[in-house]
């Protein structure tokens, strides 16, 4: 896999397969883990974080389960290509934006990365298209055994694993549901949603994670909590949730349509056809109208589309993946031109392998 | 981006979907907090920020003199005081988990709810926190004895670091 590549396959999250994959893109787990002899990132020099990337690189390497992993230095990484990571899920900001030594090796489908000397020595991270939470539980708890079995992590007996910050300690666990929900946020119930979620301590958040806006009606559904629970129960605790949010946002699609379909149906058509024929269109205004269109897909309004198409759409569209697929840097002016020429060739060419393929 | 309340940087962004339309704000840690503190619209209390949840803590601390008392505690193995860890909401080894455990059990039960791990633990490596303590304390001897250019001291540290690695020494 060369990164150059990666703007040409679609990740694993894109896929739009998996179960309930209507609404749900993706399923999330990440593990924080610290080598024990070394200090936590923030009080470590420049040697000490070459020697923690070093050590934890040559381990991964004697494992064989892991032996297809790439391995991607991020500090040597232009902005670019740091953006095009981060776009496609595979490094976080933070680690994209940080400075020093630091690494990420990803596996060929992009389901397995492990970041190295983000906040913490290890974020182990895997991703799994559509709900399916016990799949990912079941490969990161392995990665994590294999990890472990070559270096010592920092664990205490009571507080179990230590990470930097200490509203990670304990599982060091972050499990994540990424949903499509715009249904519920036409009509305007989404708060409630969030509301509930809060009373039983999960965090909200939008498409690319802390601080981060809710674009293109995504929103992530997370764990608040990492310690006093085993890692089942805190997967659990999402699992359960999760059902009762897709109830809601299918109930929320059914009373638009009964409401007035005719106006749904206007709303869903219109975004399609700016998406068919602007000249130039912004990010924001792309991953908006994409939305509507996304449900339009899921509710049969539009036919020459598949989800994964317009999963495709939402990730190709972001600034770093139009610069790499045009080979080209771009400015705003010359991105949202770009952008606009890429969705009109995209949806025409679906347009002309007709819609019957597509079913 | 600029906080819309002052000056410092907007490192909060909050999206207000309370209102008919969806209202974004930008604003700096404090601004931020004091928004999520007087907004009456939601019904639940807005979840405390690290920072915001230490602050509470520490006016916990009865005299000025206890909170500068608690703020100069200094870890011995990577040297992070207190207030670097209050301040930047980040712990500088996993050694400070013991050195502040007084101030953080508190923080972390406002955090959690709980206090003790219930997950999974090593199978392969499980060190003592003494020989994890140990190990980060040599390490910073090494990098010290290197940055001496005292090379045979730096290289008897490591063959010492291997061997408590390997699990030879404890």
Same mark, same amino acid.
């Not at chain 1, 489908?109 to 799994?128: A, F, P, T, W």
């Not at chain 2, 304390?137 to 061997?163: K, V």
């Given at each position: 896999?060369?990164?150059?590549?990666?703007?040409?396959?679609?990740?694993?999250?894109?896929?739009? %397969?998996?179960?309930?994959?209507?609404?749900? @893109?993706? =399923?999330?787990? +990440? !593990?924080?883990?610290? &080598?024990? $002899?070394?200090?936590?990132?923030?009080?470590?020099?420049?040697?000490?974080?070459?020697?923690?990337?070093?050590?934890?690189?040559?381990?991964?390497?004697?494992?064989?389960?892991?032996?297809?992993?790439?391995?991607?230095?991020?500090?040597?990484?232009?902005?670019?290509?740091?953006?095009?990571?981060?776009?496609?899920?595979?490094?976080?900001?933070?680690?994209?934006? %940080?400075?020093?030594?630091?690494?990420?090796? @990803?596996? =060929?489908?992009? +389901? !397995?990365?492990?970041? &190295?000397? $983000?906040?913490?020595?290890?974020?182990?991270?895997?991703?799994?298209?559509?709900?399916?939470?016990?799949?990912?539980?079941?490969?990161?708890?392995?990665?994590?055994?294999?990890?472990?079995?070559?270096?010592?992590?920092?664990?205490?007996?009571?507080?179990?694993?230590?990470?930097?910050?200490?509203?990670?300690?304990?599982?060091?666990?972050?499990?994540?549901?990424?949903?499509?929900?715009?249904?519920?946020?036409?009509?305007?119930?989404?708060?409630?949603?969030?509301?509930?979620?809060?009373?039983?301590?999960?965090?909200?958040?939008?498409?690319?994670?802390?601080?981060?806006?809710?674009?293109?009606?995504?929103?992530?559904?997370?764990?608040?909590?990492?310690?006093?629970?085993?890692?089942?129960?805190?997967?659990?605790?999402?699992?359960?949730?999760?059902?009762?949010?897709?109830?809601?946002?299918?109930?929320?699609?059914?009373?638009?349509?009964?409401?007035?379909?005719?106006?749904?149906?206007?709303?869903?058509?219109?975004?399609?056809?700016?998406?068919?024929?602007?000249?130039?269109?912004?990010?924001?205004?792309?991953?908006?109208?994409?939305?509507?269109?996304?449900?339009?897909?899921?509710?049969?309004?539009?036919?020459?589309?598949?989800?994964?198409?317009?999963?495709?759409?939402?990730?190709?569209?972001?600034?770093?993946?139009?610069?790499?697929?045009?080979?080209?840097?771009?400015?705003?002016?010359?991105?949202?031109?770009?952008?606009?020429?890429?969705?009109?060739?995209?949806?025409?060419?679906?347009?002309?392998?007709?819609?019957?393929?597509?079913? | 981006?600029?906080?819309?309340?002052?000056?410092?940087?907007?490192?909060?962004?909050?999206?207000?979907?309370?209102?008919?339309?969806?209202?974004?704000?930008?604003?700096?840690?404090?601004?931020?907090?004091?928004?999520?503190?007087?907004?009456?619209?939601?019904?639940?209390?807005?979840?405390?920020?690290?920072?915001?949840?230490?602050?509470?803590?520490?006016?916990?601390?009865?005299?000025?003199?206890?909170?500068?008392?608690?703020?100069?505690?200094?870890?011995?193995?990577?040297?992070?005081?207190?207030?670097?860890?209050?301040?930047?909401?980040?712990?500088?080894?996993?050694?400070?988990?013991?050195?502040?455990?007084?101030?953080?059990?508190?923080?972390?039960?406002?955090?959690?709810?709980?206090?003790?791990?219930?997950?999974?633990?090593?199978?392969?490596?499980?060190?003592?926190?003494?020989?994890?303590?140990?190990?980060?304390?040599?390490?910073?001897?090494?990098?010290?004895?290197?940055?001496?250019?005292?090379?045979?001291?730096?290289?008897?540290?490591?063959?010492?670091?291997?061997?408590?690695?390997?699990?030879?020494?404890?």
């Amino acid at each position: 896999m060369e990164l150059n590549d990666l703007p040409c396959q679609s990740g694993e999250w894109m896929k739009g %397969s998996g179960p309930e994959s209507d609404i749900v @893109i993706s =399923s999330r787990i +990440r !593990l924080a883990r610290n &080598i024990a $002899e070394f200090p936590f990132i923030r009080r470590c020099g420049e040697s000490d974080r070459t020697a923690i990337n070093k050590s934890v690189l040559d381990r991964l390497k004697e494992i064989e389960a892991l032996s297809d992993l790439q391995i991607i230095r991020v500090d040597e990484l232009d902005d670019v290509d740091k953006q095009l990571l981060t776009e496609r899920q595979l490094i976080s900001r933070e680690h994209a934006e %940080s400075t020093g030594t630091r690494s990420v090796a @990803i596996d =060929s489908g992009e +389901r !397995l990365s492990v970041m &190295i000397n $983000e906040e913490d020595h290890l974020r182990i991270q895997v991703m799994k298209s559509g709900l399916d939470l016990n799949a990912a539980w079941t490969q990161i708890n392995e990665v994590d055994d294999q990890l472990e079995s070559k270096l010592t992590f920092a664990f205490h007996d009571k507080l179990g694993y230590l990470t930097a910050c200490p509203t990670n300690v304990g599982t060091g666990m972050r499990v994540s549901v990424m949903l499509h929900l715009p249904a519920l946020v036409l009509t305007q119930q989404i708060e409630k949603v969030f509301r509930s979620l809060q009373k039983i301590n999960l965090a909200v958040r939008g498409l690319y994670g802390e601080g981060s806006q809710a674009m293109g009606d995504f929103y992530q559904i997370s764990n608040q909590i990492t310690l006093g629970r085993s890692e089942e129960e805190l997967i659990d605790q999402v699992a359960d949730v999760v059902p009762m949010i897709i109830e809601y946002e299918r109930r929320a699609r059914d009373f638009l349509i009964e409401q007035d379909q005719q106006d749904l149906h206007d709303k869903i058509s219109r975004a399609y056809g700016i998406l068919c024929t602007a000249q130039t269109i912004s990010s924001e205004e792309t991953m908006h109208l994409l939305s509507s269109v996304r449900m339009g897909v899921n509710l049969g309004l539009i036919h020459d589309l598949r989800i994964s198409d317009v999963n495709k759409l939402f990730v190709d569209t972001q600034p770093a993946h139009l610069q790499k697929l045009r080979g080209d840097e771009l400015d705003t002016a010359g991105r949202n031109a770009e952008r606009a020429m890429y969705l009109r060739r995209y949806i025409q060419e679906k347009e002309q392998n007709g819609g019957s393929e597509n079913n | 981006m600029k906080c819309l309340e002052c000056e410092k940087p907007a490192t909060f962004h909050i999206t207000e979907l309370t209102g008919p339309e969806p209202q974004e704000l930008h604003l700096c840690e404090s601004c931020a907090q004091q928004y999520l503190m007087q907004n009456p619209e939601s019904g639940v209390p807005a979840k405390p920020t690290l920072a915001g949840m230490l602050a509470q803590q520490l006016k916990v601390a009865d005299t000025a003199k206890e909170l500068s008392e608690i703020d100069e505690k200094t870890c011995p193995i990577c040297g992070i005081t207190f207030y670097e860890f209050r301040n930047q909401g980040r712990l500088g080894c996993p050694h400070d988990y013991e050195c502040f455990a007084e101030e953080l059990e508190p923080l972390i039960v406002n955090i959690h709810g709980e206090i003790e791990h219930k997950g999974k633990q090593p199978i392969h490596h499980k060190q003592s926190t003494q020989t994890q303590t140990r190990l980060i304390q040599l390490r910073n001897e090494m990098n010290d004895a290197i940055a001496r250019e005292a090379y045979e001291e730096a290289s008897e540290l490591r063959d010492t670091i291997q061997r408590i690695e390997a699990g030879e020494e404890e």
